[in-house]
């Protein structure tokens, strides 16, 4: 009900200001377990993609999202709570995977929707990166459910790192069709099938987006930045106090 109301109150206005494009929706099943594999370009693609879809679909969210503090982080709360979201805590990475796949598992035994980003994180320059092959491969081996790749067009561009307000626009969606790994199933444990069900998966995101595929994890290069950013700025010092 609450589901409902909150895709109403939200959805609508989405829809009105950006009028998102959708290509391939008649690949998403009318009903029954399915996983939506996405790029993660945004913070809004968790509001786009479920605003698009006739079915609810439910996605991990970080924990920091239901704990901050705030007018502000009580509206995003609410939002999370209010579409079904579940928050996981990734302080600790083993434990957050187990707590996202035993989420992932609950969703899709309820026949529903389960939506994960394979990346792990928004990629820091919209290209697409190495898909972590713990929590999609194993959840979709779990449960056997089919995977449906999915791609996200242009969300990075809407509000930037920087802009308060965002820039009118038409991001798009384009669904895949779905992908069936039963000739991996009870081979969960092997970690070499894990990788292999993974860059399967992350091979039709990259076709369906277009995106350039860069071979590392996305938190990888978000750190490799930093450091570069920090090693930048100690220099323009440096050369400042010469």
Do not use: C
């Amino acid at each position: 009900m609450l589901y409902g109301t909150m895709k109403v109150a939200i959805g609508g206005p989405l829809k009105v200001a950006f009028r998102p494009w959708v290509e391939g929706a008649e690949n998403i099943p009318a009903e029954g377990p399915a996983i939506l594999a996405s790029n993660h370009l945004s913070f809004s693609d968790s509001f786009f993609l479920p605003t698009m879809l006739d079915r609810k679909v439910t996605f991990i969210a970080k924990a920091e999202y239901f704990t901050t503090p705030g007018v502000k982080g009580r509206l995003t709360a609410a939002f999370f709570k209010g579409v079904g979201q579940l928050p996981v805590d990734r302080s600790g990475a083993r434990g957050a995977g187990e707590a996202a796949i035993k989420s992932g598992i609950e969703v899709l035994e309820r026949g529903e929707l389960f939506g994960i980003y394979p990346e792990g994180t928004r990629s820091p320059d919209g290209r697409l990166y190495r898909g972590k092959p713990g929590g999609l491969a194993r959840v979709a081996l779990a449960t056997g459910a089919p995977v449906i790749p999915v791609a996200m067009i242009d969300t990075e561009k809407i509000q930037p790192p920087g802009k308060v307000m965002p820039k009118l626009m038409r991001p798009g969606i384009r669904i895949g069709e779905p992908m069936d790994f039963s000739r991996y199933q009870g081979m969960e444990h092997d970690r070499f099938v894990l990788r292999a069900l993974t860059d399967e998966v992350m091979y039709e995101i990259m076709k369906l987006s277009g995106q350039e595929y860069v071979d590392v994890y996305a938190t990888a290069a978000k750190r490799q930045l930093a450091e570069a950013a920090k090693a930048a700025k100690e220099a323009e010092k440096k050369q400042a106090g010469a």
